[in-house]
């Protein structure tokens, strides 16, 4: 098994380590890691250093002898491209996945986000932001991530297709047309054991044209890797798809779902 969203205590210093990260990974068989650190602009703040950070992961994988993988996590929002060019388009990295987490400076996982605030109207901005950050940074990435979280944020267990469809549709046509993988988040609890995106977002990428699904967890410790995948795998290949991808400098490449089975 394979996890292509990992968080380690590069982003945060409660995070765990690379080296418990490999050895929760043994422990459970999984032969194979992306770390995507998180580029996230708050209220100004620079990204952290990037050459470092690449540094210590490329250090750290060969020291370990094990499949460690160097990604990146950008949180997408307006007027942020000259800070995350540099990181974006570094020589070396494996595999960039992209979010939306903040809208207007606010971060949408506040508890307090929602309140005085009528949720639909939430949920509608949010898609729309989540199109515009698409499509104003599709060249920086390789994969789109936590599509529909605004809806598990708001505590709807299940999306109302019909009242947001039209603009979920435009984004993945947007990431169909461009060639982007959407990817299987299973880091989401919220009393409930389906991942993100939705089945029936999932299905509409397919329908659509999609090809290129990837697989990450968002652990923040390594007793939470591959959490939920074999959940997610069954989901997946009930839409339609038999394969889920790795990337490896900036290029999927795919592996039956069956053989990750065994």
């Not at 708050?42 to 060969?62: M, S």
């Not at 605030?117 to 932001?129: D, G, L, M, R």
């Not at 990435?141 to 435009?170: M, P, T, V």
Request: hydrophobic fraction near 35%.
């Amino acid at each position: 098994m394979k996890d292509c969203h990992v968080h380690s205590d590069y982003t945060d210093r409660s995070n765990d380590s690379l080296e418990s990260y490999v050895a929760g990974a043994r422990a459970k068989g999984i032969d194979e890691l992306t770390i995507t650190e998180l580029v996230e602009i708050i209220d100004g703040a620079p990204p952290f250093a990037f050459p470092f950070y690449k540094l210590k992961v490329k250090r750290t994988g060969d020291n370990l002898g094990f499949k460690l993988n160097l990604g990146l996590e950008i949180g997408l929002q307006p007027g942020i491209e000259d800070k995350i060019v540099r990181p974006a388009t570094s020589i070396g990295l494996d595999y960039v996945v992209a979010s939306t987490n903040v809208i207007d400076r606010q971060e949408i996982s506040r508890v307090d986000y929602f309140e005085g605030k009528n949720k639909e109207e939430v949920y509608k901005k949010y898609f729309e932001h989540e199109f515009n950050n698409i499509n104003g940074y599709m060249k920086y990435f390789d994969a789109y991530s936590k599509l529909d979280q605004i809806i598990k944020l708001g505590g709807d267990k299940r999306i109302d297709y019909s009242k947001y469809g039209e603009i979920i549709d435009a984004i993945l046509e947007a990431l169909v047309k461009n060639d982007k993988a959407l990817e299987v988040f299973t880091g989401f609890n919220y009393g409930e054991i389906l991942p993100s995106p939705y089945p029936t977002i999932l299905r509409r990428y397919k329908d659509l044209g999609g090809k290129i699904i990837t697989l990450g967890s968002g652990s923040v410790k390594s007793d939470t890797l591959c959490n939920n995948f074999d959940n997610a795998l069954d989901i997946i290949e009930s839409v339609g798809f038999d394969e889920v991808a790795t990337y490896h400098r900036r290029e999927p490449d795919f592996e039956k779902i069956k053989s990750l089975r065994k």
